[in-house]
């Protein structure tokens, strides 16, 4: 895991993604989940692209239930982006580099 990734449970997500400073990146999923990991080191490597101008985390679907239930997470990974915290936007599925930076990049 990048240290530019947190890995955020249910009891820190208010914390981390609701009131954080910035624009936040959360990716809900898992580590049965062959798509989740397809994406992970495009997100790494996004994280260190972005720098401080967006905050990436991570919540396991299968040890935070809550949130994914609250977001109506349904299929994985499902990338909600975070603004002042409201959704401003979502992707179902792996993405590709170029399609995740283009979601970002009209976001924040």
């Known amino acids: 895991m990048s240290a530019n990734i947190v890995n955020v449970t249910d009891a820190e997500f208010e914390a981390e993604v609701l ?3 910035g624009p936040v990146l959360v990716d809900f999923w898992a580590q049965w989940c062959g798509p989740c990991k397809m994406i992970a080191p495009v997100l790494e490597d996004l994280a260190g ?3 401080e101008q967006l905050k990436i985390v ?3 679907v299968d040890a935070n239930k809550e949130a994914a239930a609250k977001y109506n997470v349904r299929g994985i ?3 909600l ?3 002042g915290g409201n959704v401003e936007g979502t992707k179902v599925g792996a993405l590709s580099r170029a399609q995740l930076t283009e979601f ?3 976001q924040i």
């Open 19 to 21: 009131k954080a400073d």
């Open 81 to 83: 982006l975070f603004k």
């Open 104 to 106: 970002i990049d009209s």
């Open 77 to 79: 990974p499902t990338l």
């Open 58 to 60: 991570k919540v396991d």
């Open 49 to 51: 692209h972005y720098g």
